[in-house]
């Protein structure tokens, strides 16, 4: 089983609004990463988590808050959005950091209004 | 520093071959993968290749590296209208966790 899972497929939200993004493995993975994907670019690092453990963060603004609760689980919490950070939200996993194969979910396709 | 580029779009007969090209700066890149994107899906990987290696084939994807020029390339084989995607080439140094990816090739498919 080499699939990740991320909850919701679609979100809508205003500026004022919280949400949260989520990811899920079960593949016994221990590092797992966000990446956003603006329309027709590539994806960029945002955070990486290792041993549920945050590594990374790519310079990410604050009102981007990263949370792993346990090795399976990967959380992106939302507040205070702009809209320019419609985008699609990718995660990833891999057995560790800096091992070879990062696997990605289907993202979450985010719209700010 | 690091840096991948990729042709932007690649138009290709229905039971061709496809190659799509990759070329990236940084020598020390240990890693080098190929993904793929359908519409308004996520990233699959589709193969990877250690910088070791000069060829890697699987079924009807070969990949191809030449260190000395740092160019990578993926063929595949009998493209399909499945195959009808964005494909980004990436690279990563043995030890580090991020991914550096190319502006990613649409391949499209003509009947």
């Known amino acids: 089983d080499t699939e990740v899972t991320q909850t919701p497929k679609h979100l809508v939200m205003g500026m004022t609004n919280k949400k949260s993004l989520k990811c899920e493995q079960h593949m016994g993975h221990r590092a797992m990463y966000w990446y956003k994907q603006k329309a027709k670019k590539p994806p960029e690092l945002m955070f990486v988590?290792?041993?549920?453990?945050?590594?990374i963060n790519e310079s990410v603004p604050s009102r981007f808050s990263p949370e792993c609760p346990n090795s399976s689980l990967l959380n992106l919490h939302l507040h205070a959005l702009q809209p320019e950070d419609s985008a699609l939200y990718l995660c990833?996993?891999?057995?560790?950091?800096?091992?070879?194969?990062?696997?990605f979910g289907p993202g979450t396709r985010l719209l700010v209004l | 520093g690091e840096d991948v580029e990729q042709s932007l779009f690649l138009s290709v007969r229905e039971g061709d071959s496809s190659v799509i090209n990759c070329t990236y700066t940084?020598?020390?890149?240990?890693?080098l993968y190929w993904y793929k994107q359908e519409p308004g899906a996520g990233l699959q990987l589709l193969t990877y290749i250690f910088s070791n290696m000069d060829m890697k084939q699987d079924q009807r994807l070969t990949v191809l590296l030449n260190k000395k020029d740092k160019h990578l390339s993926l063929r595949i084989a009998d493209t399909q209208t499945g195959d009808s995607a964005i494909y980004f080439c990436?690279?990563?140094?043995?030890?580090?966790?991020?991914?550096?990816f190319g502006s990613g090739t649409r391949l499209s498919i003509r009947p």
């Open positions: 990833a996993s891999s057995q560790g950091e800096g091992t070879e194969t990062q696997y």
């Open positions: 988590y290792s041993y549920e453990k945050l590594s």
């Open positions: 940084d020598s020390s890149s240990t890693y």
């Open positions: 990436a690279e990563r140094h043995s030890s580090a966790s991020k991914i550096i």
